[in-house]
């Protein structure tokens, strides 16, 4: 298992640091002839690569057989959220005010019903198959 | 490897010859399923007394704690060997994994259904249930689609 977390964490910096560079060339793109100072590349890829490094290995929360989906998304998300809060407020890319802080918790529990209702959707066909299979 | 069946009538007894170089994995492992593919019993144990129960009368074998035990429509009964140990030994019948800690008997599987918090559950004769791990889903559902097809 240790194994495991620590090669999502490898894979998740990686990703983070891949995300960063998208960021900064889509940044560049739309910056005309202004340039990226070094402490803003350097907020971007601190940033991207420790939501890398904590998402990577957060999912390995669906893996854990003897929890439920519920406990699991839910798990998923005390993890995510605040790490994304806190790395978004500690590198400046927003300010920690209420209004703020709600519209992302709107998002981010939107986001996870969204894809929560689409997992049950998935499981609810396969069952509804292998039913169809044991009445056969 | 190369499989023959030679039909013979005057052949009084079946007999399986193996023919190879040297014992391997995979020899070992088709040995060990003709030898487990004749098992009509299991001995069991229940409050003290000794039991033979009939393999097709067992639902699922479950671990709890370091033991195992075989569940009948009526009741539960302690077995000898590990979880692993019968996963093994009844592949080539109607026993599947559905969990980490149960084997289960796709001839007594009734229904499937999800639970509200997203759990997987079957549904076994006489309605006794037992979670489905997400991950042995797709194993069961391609044995399930054999198993109804060809009964094995």
Known sequence: MTRIIFQRVVFGAVFGLAAAMIHTFISIQ??????????????????????????????????????SLLRQTITHFVIIFPSYIAVNVMNGWSKLTGEAFLSMLFIFIASYLVIWLGINFYWRMKIKQMNNILQR | ??????????????????????????????????QHSSIEWVEAKRNQSSHIIHIKHILYFYAEGQKVFAQTIEDAYEVKDRLHVWEEMLQARSFIRISKSVVANLEHMKRFEMMFNGNLVVFFSGDKKEYISRSYVQTVKQRLVGYRKGGQ
């Open chain 2, 1 to 34: 490897m190369k499989i023959e069946v030679k039909l013979d009538e005057r052949c009084e007894e079946t007999s399986v010859l193996i023919r190879c170089s040297e014992v391997t994995d995979e020899i070992q492992r088709v040995v060990r399923l003709l």
């Open chain 1, 30 to 67: 739309t910056m005309e002839g202004q340039l990226v100072s070094y402490d803003w590349l350097n907020r971007c890829m601190r940033g991207y690569v420790i939501l890398g490094v904590v998402f990577g290995p957060a999912s390995l929360c669906f893996r854990i057989d003897k929890w």
